[in-house]
């Protein structure tokens, strides 16, 4: 089984995404699983123009010569799609979303009716599944800002001729699994294995289980005390940068 992850933090490995997106990783690996993973910031990526020469000048071919050839092809081989974004703005990042709309070239024009709703069949035909995980984390600490990116992943996930929507492992204040982790290392350490288990189970069960799903995002820390020590680290961070610039 193949897991293709794309990782689209611009932060990429110092980041919170890669922190949990590997973990999951190693998990799966350690199922079986040949594993890789797609850093979009490193990759030469162009915005889709909506030319549509992809489907009616040269069928299946982009305009642009960058590296989504390749990932396409990646894209084709992968059993599990894990589409590691933090949350920018409610939503994905740009360089996950930049992504995603180039793909438009694997599709046809042509409308059919699936599930009820209009789609766009995939070029060839393809009948193979792909499954696609969502894995993220943010800012803030309420479980509701994974909301909109997750309703994007669903739909994504039915829009994909061949798309199987897996789940979301979510993990909201992304900054505490650094910031406790001398503090409440039991707790960071049961995120983290949840997070790891997920990828054991993705590959040797095809599923992700709805207690597994909640353990990622479980509370480290009352929200409350969190935005007070975070508000206080951010004054002092201004105060120290504002004095060094004055020096
Ligand atoms: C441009 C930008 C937009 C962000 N928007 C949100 C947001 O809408 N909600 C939120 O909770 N966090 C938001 N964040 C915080 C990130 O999700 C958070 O810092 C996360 O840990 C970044 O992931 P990384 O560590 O993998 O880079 C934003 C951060 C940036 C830089």
């Known amino acids: 089984m193949k897991v293709l992850a794309f990782n689209s933090s611009p932060r990429m490995k110092k980041g919170v995404t890669d922190k949990i997106l590997q973990t999951f ?13 797609v850093y979009l910031v490193k990759k030469n ?8 020469n992809c489907w009616f ?4 071919k982009c305009i642009h010569v960058d590296d989504m050839l390749e990932i ?3 894209i084709k081989e992968a059993d599990l799609i ?20 180039r793909l438009i070239a694997g599709g046809m024009p042509f409308i059919q009716v699936r599930d ?15 499954k696609m ?11 509701d800002n994974f909301d909109p990116i997750i309703q994007h992943m669903q739909a ?24 406790l982790q001398d503090e409440n290392p039991e707790g960071v350490k049961g995120v983290l294995d949840a997070f790891y288990q997920a990828g054991v189970d993705a590959v040797s069960k095809g599923v992700i289980s709805d207690e597994l799903q909640e353990a990622v995002s479980a509370p480290l820390i009352p929200l409350k005390e969190f935005m007070e020590r975070a508000n206080k680290m951010f004054q002092t961070m201004i105060s120290e940068k504002q004095a060094s610039q004055q020096n």
């Open 156 to 179: 994504i996930a039915r829009n994909f001729a061949t798309g199987e929507y897996m789940g979301a492992l979510v993990r909201p204040v992304g900054s505490t699994l650094e910031m």
């Open 133 to 143: 995980l969502l894995i993220s984390t943010c800012g803030f600490g309420e479980k």
């Open 25 to 37: 990783m190693s998990g799966a690996k350690s199922a079986g699983a040949e594993t890789e993973t």
């Open 82 to 101: 894990v589409f590691g974004s933090p949350v920018y703005f409610d939503g994905f990042t740009a360089q996950m979303k930049t992504m995603l709309d």
């Open 57 to 60: 000048v040269h069928p299946g």
């Open 45 to 52: 990526i162009k915005y889709c123009s909506g030319c549509f």
């Open 72 to 74: 396409r092809n990646k």
């Open 116 to 130: 009820g709703h209009f789609r766009h069949p995939s070029r060839g035909g393809e009948k193979k599944v792909r």
